[in-house]
């Protein structure tokens, strides 16, 4: 045979799913995943088994960590080291543990996740209740198998005379399955256990009168009851667990959050940190200090506050964004016949009642099997005794032990078994009180056989025997309850008043994008005036407002999205400062321009309306409380067309008139109302009929008839004309002309496209910003008011090739005198 046609060809597929297969089966069951009778994964099985094995028991002195490891992996786990001792020290850990398996000496870590000392340095042995879990083992009470190497037995599972599954919980992950049940009260689980067993066919609501939920060894309140009792149905479900706090008042007006319990599994020193990193960051303001106190007398952590400060919002806040407050998500799976399964509480206590079944049967069947071959000894012992001096003759009278052994059987009727027994007797056995003693020996095992033939005979008693020894345990290590449990789950609602001091800030925002937030104080000392805001050299500020730190910026994009920035967030610069470049506090894309930043205290305006208008003639009009997200990436604000951009977004109430004016001077007034509000990502209705090479250069809100219309040329030409000559017409048509445009070779030209348009109604401090640079400033007022169709006057003299870039209304910023100016 050729060295070829000894191999066969494969699908990559199928050896990679069966090799998988094949692992994922030996992780579920035999690594990951609790056995649902002892609620033990292999290495904890085997370290326990490994250490009454060796005899390292309460009642023993401590032996070396190292030791056991050792015997575990040399004779049932062959993994690492680090593995065994790892589960080692987590059933040492009592802030992990309902009940410690394993009793420690020496460093086993801590509740601030310090690690345990390595192994050669810690010493160990079974804890009591650990004794538990292996009593009677034995006495064939369970299941042994080969080890790994054939050199030894190790059991399947553990007589485990309490329900540890519930007692102690567990967590792991495997493939495709993960476990976490949550540990219990002792006393509440053997309660429900007998329940169980007393009345197979009770109901969960009846059960969940024994288990109330969870108890965690760290304590804490459990919120949900909803939650507690669907992970009790069906498996999975999910609480909320809050640490135990106090709001405790201190000399001067002060207080301090005392926080004595935190939630199982949560770091303690990680949350400390958590904390503080709070108050360094000033994400809160009044947190003073944030101490741990944690010593012999239990956990203590105290969060000093400043005078003043809001204690009820901070711990608010510190239980909404730290592990003051953490998610617990039930996922209750255990093996059950060597498969995982998801169970409810019934369906684990009954696996446990079942598995119980078995060990006291088995056990009762070894008992029973010892006292009736005990029995039979001392039957043929007493009878021996009546015909003593016949016996004595017959095995004087025999040539050898085994003639001896022979005769007895044949001349008295013993059984080989008798026989060797009175063989065996010694001489002082035959004195009066002995002969007594062995009758009376014989009557006690008479009735304890009775009695174990009662147990198998009768599933009534077996039960009786199951409840008392559970009682026993219960009696014996039962506590109290540590975690309490709340049926409700309270909302947090964290008031931004907490977060963030009420304070009046201006925002700038320039030309080339860059943003800050300057507080009144550094405005005022800065001299209170626009022209002294730090820019970069050849930028110019663009947009200033006057908001508070608890207000929101909705910044919205040339192509349609939208921001929602807290005003709080954007970092703080003195005004003479340039600011930061607002790709650094927004994800603005490179392609994207601002078109509009609208300051909002409030979403839930129900009058108030975002109105929209593109450089194609749309106009859209949505609620504002559409607008309301969590989000602090780009969110879709309104669909725009490839060709087309957002020119203006403004806030309004609806009530006024919009007038549209275009780049070729055409302009349209309509009402508001006009526009039906619509959704937030719709593109919108025709505002203005456009010509084909024309887009609307200004949006503007008039009202009444009263004030004038400005409008600018990018040649500097301006003029205004009374909002009277401007008459109401429909959504949608080609509107009338604003602006006459002088054409000819030998005529000065007066612009070749509208630049903006404004509404005055008072005098306005106008700025153009040229292309090379030049900033001309001149008031409204120097603009002639004249007919629409007038041809304007240049109050910005730009020169044969210039042009300007862009038109601003100068804000009046006043100096704030409560902010103080020295």
Known sequence: MSLSEQFLPAFLEEVV??????????????????????????????????????????????????????????????????????????????????????????????????????????????????????????????????????????????????????????????????????????????????????KPEIELNEIMTFIKGPDFPTGGIIMGGTGIEDAYRTGKGRVYLRSVTEIQSLRGGKQQIVITEIPFQVVKARLVTAMENIRLEKKVDGIAEVRDESGREGLRIVVELKKEADASGILAYLLKKTDLQINYNFNMVAIVNKAPQQLGLKQMLQAYIDHQREVVTFRTQFELEKAEDRSHVLEGLVKALNILDEVIAAIKASKNRQDAQNNLQWMFGFTERQADSILTLQLYRLTNLEIHSLQKELDELTKKIDTLRGILNSDKKLISVIRKELMEIRDKYGIERRAKIQEEVEELKVNLEVMVAAEDVLVTLSRDGYIKRTSRLSFNRSGGELDSAGVKEGDYVTRVLEVSTLEN?????????????????????????????????????????????????????????????????????????????????????????????????????????????????????????????????????????????????????????????????????????????????SRGGKGIVTFEFKEGKRIKPNGNKILDAFYCREPLAVAAYAQDGSVYNFSSEQAPITDRKSTGRQLADVGKKGELREVLILPELKPNPGAGTS
């Not at 579920?28 to 085997?46: N, S």
């Not at 055409?666 to 919108?684: D, K, P, Q, W, Y």
């Not at 024309?694 to 003029?719: N, T």
């Open 17 to 198: 799913g069966d090799r998988f297969g094949r692992y994922s089966k030996y992780i579920i069951q035999d690594r990951a995943i609790p056995d649902v009778r002892d609620g033990l994964k292999p290495v904890q099985r085997r370290i326990l088994y490994a250490m009454y094995d060796s005899g390292n028991t309460p009642d023993k002195p401590y032996r070396k960590s190292a030791k056991t490891v050792g015997d575990v992996m040399g004779n049932y786990h062959p993994h690492g080291d680090s593995s065994i001792y790892e589960g080692m020290v987590r059933m040492a850990q009592p802030w992990k543990m309902g009940h410690v398996l394993v009793d420690g000496h020496g460093n086993w870590g801590s509740q601030d996740d310090d690690p345990a000392a390595a192994m050669r340095y810690t010493e160990a042995r079974l804890s009591p209740i650990a004794m538990e879990m292996l009593r009677d083992i034995e006495k064939r009470t369970v299941l042994f198998k080969d080890n790994f190497d054939n050199t030894a037995k190790e059991p399947v599972v553990l007589p485990s005379r309490y329900p540890n599954l519930l007692v102690n919980g567990t967590s792991g992950i495997s493939a495709g399955f993960a476990t976490e049940i949550p540990p219990h009260n002792l006393r509440e689980v053997i309660d429900a256990c007998i329940a169980v067993m007393q």
């Open 553 to 729: 910026l909705l910044i919205f994009t040339q192509r349609g999205q939208y921001f929602v920035l807290p005003v709080h967030q954007i970092p703080e610069y003195k005004w003479k400062d340039a600011g930061t470049a607002i790709v650094n506090v927004i994800q603005l894309a490179k392609e994207d321009q601002i078109a509009g930043v609208i300051p909002v205290s409030s979403f839930d305006e129900n009058d108030s309306t975002l109105v929209f208008v593109t450089s194609g003639g749309q106009v859209k009009r949505s609620a504002l409380k559409d607008y309301a997200t969590k989000r602090s990436g780009a969110v879709a604000a309104i669909k725009v067309g490839a060709e087309d951009h957002v020119i203006k977004v403004a806030l309004s109430d609806g009530s006024k008139d919009l007038m549209l004016i275009s780049e070729g001077g055409m302009s349209i007034r309509f009402n508001e109302s006009e526009v039906n509000t619509m959704g937030r990502v719709s593109g919108g209705v025709k505002g203005m009929q456009l010509r084909d090479d024309d887009k609307l250069a200004a949006a503007l809100w008039v009202g009444e008839d009263e004030g004038e219309v400005l409008v600018i040329s990018d040649l500097g030409y301006a003029k205004r004309t009374l909002l009277l000559d401007y008459p109401a017409q």
